[in-house]
Nanobody, 115 residues
Framework: VQLVESGGGLVQPGGSLRLSCAASGFTFSSYIMSWYRQAPGKGRELVAF????????NYADSMKGRFTISRDNAKNTVYLQMNSLKPEDTAMYYC?????????WGQGTQVTVSS
């Protein structure tokens, strides 16, 4: 199983980024996918998750209305569109999948929101 995040970078407050997580090694379309983030000195927190078919998603309260999770099962990829970014969104962003026997994480992609 491999999860590879990309799309992070430095962005000004109010800006946007789209993160991608390319998955391989499992039947992507059968599993819920999640995005988490971890800011310096803080624990890892859930950002959003999306159902296997993309028909349902849920967000942490602080991301609602600004972030959108989506997936393309044909490309084995999950996305996180982040708009109206704030300095407090600065963190390492990870995608995650819970398979039957264990949980897998990607290596993360850094998002820095600063002027």
């Amino acid at each position: 199983v491999q999860l590879v995040e990309s799309g992070g970078g430095l962005v000004q407050p109010g800006g946007s980024l789209r993160l991608s997580c390319a998955a391989s090694g499992f039947t992507f379309s059968s599993y819920i996918m999640s995005w988490y983030r971890q800011a310096p000195g803080k624990g890892r927190e859930l950002v959003a998750f999306i159902a296997s078919g993309g028909e349902r998603s849920n967000y942490a309260d602080s991301m609602k209305g600004r972030f959108t999770i989506s997936r393309d099962n044909a490309k084995n990829t999950v996305y996180l569109q982040m708009n109206s970014l704030k300095p407090e969104d600065t963190a390492m962003y990870y995608c995650k999948v819970d398979l039957k026997l264990r949980t897998y994480w990607g290596q993360g992609t850094q998002v820095t929101v600063s002027s």
